[in-house]
């Protein structure tokens, strides 16, 4: 996903039906309908993306998460935002978070 850089100040926030633990160091993310998980449909975060994740909270923009996400990790901007928009592509096409209108 290559964007004209307007996805840096919008917001998204995880949809509802999502559960997310921590195992072992690891962040898995499970849908959930009804009461009923999808175990069809597990998602393995590594660390910048459990980052990411955790970040996603409706109100910070994908640009202050960008900023975070350099300071905390080692590669720079390029990397940050290469990995970021590739990471908020999957989510959105696996309908795990919504764009915050």
Request: charged share 30%; hydrophobic share 40%.
């Amino acid at each position: 996903m290559h964007t004209d850089g307007r996805i840096w100040s919008e917001t998204f926030v995880k949809k509802e039906d999502i559960v997310h633990r921590s195992i072992a160091g690891e962040t898995i993310l499970v849908p959930v309908k009804g009461k009923l998980a999808d175990m069809q449909r597990i998602f393995a975060l590594n660390p910048v993306a459990a980052f990411v994740w955790n970040q996603l909270d409706g109100r910070k923009t994908l640009g202050d998460i960008r900023s975070e996400t350099i300071s905390h990790f080692e590669g720079g901007q390029g990397q940050a935002d290469a990995d970021i928009e590739e990471f908020i592509a999957q989510l959105l096409k696996e309908g795990l978070i919504l764009r915050k209108e």
